[in-house]
Structure formats: C-alpha cells, structure tokens
C-alpha cells in the first residue's frame, strides 16, 4: 500500500510516506526513535517545519508517538487480544473464572475506579434491556489498568427486579462474577450481541485512557439475554484501539 | 458521561462540551447546523479564536463536520450494520447471495475500482495462509461505495493452488461469490476468524474512503479456514468507521 511519489503530493506528505514504509519493512521497530528533524531536514533538504508535518502525519496516524524531549517513536504495540466469543462461553464464566482474565494471559490487570450503585435507566439502557423508562438498574463501573496502562473502562447496567440483594449490588461479585451469579438468580445469559464502533475520544475519555494524540477509541455494547429472550445487561465498554486486537471465531 | 463544568477546564473546551450535551440529547439532529462563531461568541463572551476551538474539539471527535462556506454540521450518522457471523453463514453464500448485500439492506452498495491479479505474496500474507515465503496468490481488491459515499476498501488473498483457473481469477466470480467457488473447489470455508483494529488513516486511505477530519478506520483482517484446517482466504479491509457498526451475535 506504499503511495506513488506523485509530484502534486506536498513534501512532507512524500517523507512522511518514506518513514511509514521504513516502518512496515521493520527498519524501525517498536519502540525506536525514528529520525529528528535536523535528520529529516540533512536528509531531504526541507525546512523545520517540513520536517515537523512529517513526524506529525505519523503520529495523527497513531504509528509514532513524541516524548517530550526525547524525540518521536514508533509506537509500541503490544495489543491485548480480546477473544469475543471464547471469553464469555459458559465453561469461563460458569467454572468461576473471570472473562478478564482471559483477555490479559500472564500480564498484570488491575482494576480500578471501581463505583456500583442503583440508578434510573436513561431511554438507551431502559430500552436495551426492555424497561420502562426510569425503571430502576444497577450501574456498575470500573476501568482496567494493564502493566500500569489504562486500557477500558465500562458499565454494566442490570434490571433491579433481576438482580434483587444478590452479590452483584456489591462490589466484588464472588467467583465467575456477575454472570455466574445471574445463573444462580435464574436469569444466566445465553445469548450475547456485540456492538462495536470506533471514534475519536473526547477529552474525558481521553484522560481516562491516557491516550497519546492520534488514537481513537472502540465502543463495544455488550446486551445479555436469558433463555427467556429478556435483556439481562448492557455492557457498554470504551476501549484504547492502540491497546486491543478484537478477535471473533466463528463457523460458517 | 457529561462533564462537570470545571473551573479549571479550559473555555473552548467547556463551550464543547455544553454543545455536545446538546447534541447527545437531540437538540441538534443529524444534519443540522451548529451555532457559527458568531453566535458562540456573543453567547458565551468569547473571542472568535475561542469559538472556533470549540467547534474543533467536536470535529476532531468525529461528531460534527466542517462544510466549506456553510458552517459546521452535526454528522449524519446512519451506519451500516454489518452482522458479522449471519452474513457469512454457509446458507447466505451457499443460496447464491452476495454477503456484501446483507449489509447494505434497501440501499445502493456499488463496487468499483476492482482488480483481480496474480501477486507474490508477502510474508504477512504467506504466514496466514500457511504458504511457503513468495507462494503465488490471487489477490481480489475493491471498494464498496454507500449512497455514492465510498465506506469500505478490501483486498482478499487466495493461494493460486487452490483457486487454480475458477471463477475466482475472474473479475465476476458468479453467484454466491469466491466461497460458493471454494466450496465447489473443495476447499468451501467452514470456519472464520476476524479480527478487529481500529486505528486513524493514512493520507491514502482518507483519500480513498473520502474521509472527513476526526474518522478513525477500522480494519478487519478475516481468515477463512476450510474442513483441513487450511487457511483458503485472507481478506483485509479497510472501513470507514462513520459508516459502520459491527454486530456479532452468538451464544455463551
């Protein structure tokens, strides 16, 4: 997918081009600082600014990111891998495993801004889950911090008649988590969709994520169905892209 | 997720946020117009440079655009949901359909810039395939135009053993597509991997998908995997996150 070096292409563009497949033929790997300006600028003949713009299209790209007075680097990416159906079948959740700990293998997840709390179901979520509007669910929230990273963070919303006192009103949810504890309720989920989107964060999510310039976010919106047909939860998840690969195994 | 209007937040920034909880809440529809810089300045006792940030953030989150001379729009957003297990169930293919028109419902979903070639594959390419490095693949790219606005681009990758001289070297590949052909091959996918990233465009494919400022792409890599255990295809896309929700549906 290298572009023709087309005259009409402005200078920085051509040169950001010449890092980028540099970059994709592995001459620079993760993690290594590619040419300074003063490089760039030897090395094409070009202004400072040239050579700025250049090392700015790499890093709006999301392929480079700058340190403060350390130079620009090739982005480190060590993506998580999120198998989406492995990580909720029954055998996980049911065994008293947690899906989480599926995603990060030997890597160090912790999580934190942990909040659960009862409050009235917005149109979205009363919808999703089949409720009146400002019928009453359980928001639990947290955010997933990997090798000291932020890397998600989510709500989960329950109906209040399904969950009743049971652990899910409290912070640790006991083994396998709410799922396993919705089977016990009789309202175990068979059945999962998963809505995914990608846009730019807003500063918020941003903060949150500590996302460097140039990345966006991945929105999954999880909905949870009992045998019955009936919603059971919305998960919706707000995920750094620069820290995940999706993945999806199916049959035909 | 409205934010709280800090003191220490900087104006632009809590003028956007006010514009987007409008937004969020459906005073400005899709489509519509927002206040200029005029109106912003005189609402808010701002300076002009003030305003204009502010109608920045919200376009580089992806949520409003920018249309030369006439102001700036909220973005029309009617994705295309693309049901991601559904469309490449073996009785889509299998009946003679095209998975592609299942994405696109009533609407009109054109195919241009299509090529079909004999490549040398890449190591990326031959390593996902389980080829030897420099194996002969047909390569089948093209690009799927929505409404006259371009979403997707793709190239899918096949070993020149298996494809041999099918349909699949053809520009038309008949109905039901490449999978019915492997499937009358011998070689007729029974299961899939997709794989999911998101990331922002290069110049090229900006260009290519007519993309406005703030859109990340997505990019699905699926592999299609025959009775064998053989990979069969590879087929790497490239879309328009504006254009698209990725649903994927299974059981637990």
Do not use: C
């Amino acid at each position: 997918m290298t572009s023709q070096g087309s005259t009409r292409q402005p200078k920085y563009q051509r040169i950001a081009d010449a890092l980028r497949t540099a970059i994709q033929a592995g001459e620079y790997g993760p993690g290594d600082r590619l040419p300074g300006e003063n490089d760039l600028m030897a090395t094409y003949e070009v202004a400072r600014m040239t050579a700025r713009q250049a090392l700015g299209v790499l890093q709006n790209e999301g392929i480079a990111e700058a340190r403060k007075g350390a130079g620009v680097f090739v982005r480190a990416f060590k993506p998580l891998r999120r198998r989406g159906i492995q990580r909720l079948a029954h055998e996980q959740w049911g065994a008293g495993r947690s899906i989480w700990s599926d995603d990060a293998g030997d890597r160090e997840l912790a999580v934190d801004q942990i909040e659960v709390r009862e409050v009235e179901a917005d149109n979205r979520i009363s919808s999703a889950l089949g409720l009146p509007s400002g019928a009453q669910v359980w928001a639990r929230s947290r955010r997933f911090v990997l090798d000291g990273k932020p890397v998600l963070f989510a709500t989960s919303y329950l109906p209040s008649d399904v969950v009743g006192d049971s652990a899910i009103t409290q912070v640790d949810t006991g083994p396998g988590g709410t799922y396993a504890r919705l089977a016990e309720l009789g309202h175990g989920p068979v059945h999962f969709r998963e809505e995914i989107r990608s846009r730019m964060p807003s500063a918020d999510e941003a903060e949150r994520l500590v996302l460097s310039m140039g990345t966006p976010v991945i929105q999954i919106v999880r909905t949870a169905f009992a045998e019955s047909g009936r919603g059971v939860e919305v998960n919706e998840m707000t995920l750094d892209s620069a820290s995940y690969v999706l993945e999806y195994d199916f049959d035909a």
